[in-house]
Structures are given as C-alpha cells and as structure tokens.
C-alpha cells in the first residue's frame, strides 16, 4: 500500500541513495494520531509514477510487462481496469461499453478513480500507469485527484500502418481491435494526445522511444530509463 513505510525496493540501493529512493522515500506528513488508540497511522510514502504512453498497438503493455519483471513495478493497465469494470457490471459498464467500442475515451473521473483504487491497494510505491493519460482532460483530472505529477513519462512512437498491423493481429479478443474501431481510436489519440506529449516534452519528463523493432531490441532503448534511477 502506498500508505505505508517505504519497500525496500530492488531499485533502491541502501547504501547509496538513489533518484527513484530519494523520490519514491520521500514521506509525507505523518498523519494524524488516532483518537481512540493513540496509535500512529503509518506514515504515507509518496508514490514513484511513470505514465506510458503510445498509440494502439504501439508496444505499451507489452514492454511494461518487461519493466515489471526486470525492475519490480506494479503495471496498472487504464484499459485493463475498464475492461474489468464492465466484466464485472458495474453501474458504469455499459458507457464505458460503448465508448470503447466508438473508439473514444471514457470520462476522466471514472478512470482516475479506478486507477486510485488500484494504487491504495497496491503494496508497491512505484507504479508504471499505461494508456493514461490519453488526453489533456486525463492529465488534468490525474493531477487534481491524486494530487502528482508523474516522475517519469514514456512514449512509444509508432508509425500508424504498423500499429494497424499489430491490433489486427493481437487476437485478444477485445471489442475495440477491428479496424473500423482502429481507425476512430488513431483519429482521436492524433487529436488529444499529442498536447500530452508536449505538455510532457517540456517539463523535461519525456522519453521518446521509437517503438519498431524486435521486443528485445526496444527494451534495450527502456532499460537505461530505470537502470540510470537506481545509480
Ligand atoms: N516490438 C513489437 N514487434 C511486433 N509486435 C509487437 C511488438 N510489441 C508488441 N507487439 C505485439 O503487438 C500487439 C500490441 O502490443 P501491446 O503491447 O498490446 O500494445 P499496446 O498496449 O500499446 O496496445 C500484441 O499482439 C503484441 O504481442
Ligand atoms: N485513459 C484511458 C485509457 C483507455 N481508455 C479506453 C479507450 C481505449 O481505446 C480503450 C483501450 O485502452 P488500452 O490502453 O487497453 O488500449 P491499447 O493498449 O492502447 O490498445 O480503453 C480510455 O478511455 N481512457
Ligand atoms: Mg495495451
């Protein structure tokens, strides 16, 4: 939970303190003292974040499950959650239904707080959010809801006949991988995303990473990102 004392993360060297240590450790106030127990709350760890971002098909999940293995983040899909949630019927699945299958994107405040949720319940402090945000909106919302900024921001940058290739291929059987749905989500991420990218471009938290290649080959570009944050 990202409510309590510090992991001793892989990426955190004890002896010498490293980026990730010294962002991820840092500890917010203590709370308050319980009223009845008088026993101390544990005190809140601020949260490394790293947002992923890349059209459809550019690679996203594909190389979080990759940072995960190799450098023990927690992967909070933004797709996966509303898939989950209208798995599970929930009183938002039906719109979150039928704006996934229009290609468009769901609204804000559903998805930051189901990304909330994940992180409360999370042990880990550091966690890879993958396919968020998607526009400024996210962005925004992500900020006044959770109150941070992330650390790191990725971008995987893939040129779109071969993200085609690569939804059409995916077999996952998801609602939104046919081109019809492929054609309205590349519109829409052309249209929302790129402000993201440049928001992030200029606070200097960017890494764009060219997203052709074998999977091996574009971890090799991903892998000094957060080798360089446990030196
Ligand atoms: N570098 C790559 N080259 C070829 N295919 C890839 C590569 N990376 C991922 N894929 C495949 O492309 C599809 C989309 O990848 P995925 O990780 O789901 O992308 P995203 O999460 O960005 O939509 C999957 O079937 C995946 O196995
Ligand atoms: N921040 C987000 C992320 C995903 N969505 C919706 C709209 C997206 O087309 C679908 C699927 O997202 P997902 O990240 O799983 O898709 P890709 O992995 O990029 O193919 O979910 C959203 O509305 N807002
Ligand atoms: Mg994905």
Redesign the pocket.
């Known amino acids: 939970m990202w409510r309590r004392v510090a992991s001793l993360s892989p990426l955190v060297s004890r002896s010498k303190p490293s980026k990730l240590s010294q962002e991820a450790c840092t500890f917010k106030v203590w709370e308050s003292f319980s009223s009845e127990s008088h026993i101390p709350t544990p005190p809140k760890v601020t949260p490394f974040i790293t947002f992923v971002l890349g059209?459809?098909?550019s690679g996203?999940?594909t190389q979080c499950a990759k940072i995960v293995e190799e450098f023990g983040f927690t992967h909070i899909?933004?797709?996966?959650l509303?898939r989950r949630e209208i798995a599970s019927n929930s009183a938002y699945g039906s719109v979150i239904l039928s704006?996934?299958r229009e290609?468009k994107?769901?609204p804000s405040q559903v998805?930051v707080q189901l990304i909330r949720k994940e992180m409360e319940s999370s042990d880990n402090d550091k966690f890879l959010i993958?396919?968020?945000?998607?526009s400024e909106e996210?962005r925004e919302a992500f900020e006044q809801i959770i109150g941070r900024e992330p650390n790191v921001v990725l971008f995987f940058d893939c040129p779109e006949q071969e993200m085609v290739k690569r939804?059409l291929n995916r077999n996952q059987g998801r609602v939104?991988d046919n081109i019809d749905t492929i054609k309205k989500?590349l519109e829409i991420f052309d249209e929302l995303n790129w402000p993201v990218i440049n928001h992030y471009s200029k606070t200097r938290k960017l890494h764009k990473i060219n997203a052709v290649g074998t999977v091996d080959d574009i971890f090799e570009k991903v892998r000094p990102i957060f080798a360089a944050l446990s030196k």
Do not use: E, Q, W, Y
């Open positions: 059209g459809p098909g996203k999940g899909s933004a797709g996966d509303l704006t996934i290609g994107i769901v998805t993958d396919g968020f945000p998607r996210n939804v939104d989500r």
